[in-house]
Nanobody, 118 residues
Framework: QVQLVESGGGLVQPGGSLRLSCAASRNIFRIYTMGWYRQAPGKQRELVASITSGGSTNYADSVKDRFTISRDNAKNTVYLQMNSLKPEDTAVYYC????????????WGQGTQVTVSS
């Protein structure tokens, strides 16, 4: 059974930081490259960062050099450190497998809301 539980979102001022966490069930975490997605109001869900089981990372251009993805294989947890946040980072953030990319037909957790506003 797949479980994905995201946490750590909140309201932050522009330029601030947040750290998101995602506890995943072992059956998905151990097999797949994991990623963080986000969905802003009126927009499609997009993959912003991914990390392989070996620790190789990849980022969307919009978050490169500001966000850092990491994983703790012992805890089946993936993290997203977000620095220098901008209002356009406002979205609901989700974690899921990233390779193959997760689709809207797959299981998703509840996500965590990130709001960047002064």
């Amino acid at each position: 059974q797949v479980q994905l539980v995201e946490s750590g979102g909140g309201l932050v001022q522009p330029g601030g930081s947040l750290r998101l966490s995602c506890a995943a069930s072992r059956n998905i975490f151990r097999i797949y490259t994991m990623g963080w997605y986000r969905q802003a109001p009126g927009k499609q869900r997009e993959l912003v960062a991914s990390i392989t089981s070996g620790g190789s990372t990849n980022y969307a251009d919009s978050v490169k050099d500001r966000f850092t993805i990491s994983r703790d294989n012992a805890k089946n947890t993936v993290y997203l450190q977000m620095n220098s946040l901008k209002p356009e980072d406002t979205a609901v953030y989700y974690c899921n497998r990233a390779r193959p990319i997760a689709t809207m037909g797959d299981y998703w957790g509840q996500g965590t809301q990130v709001t960047v506003s002064s």
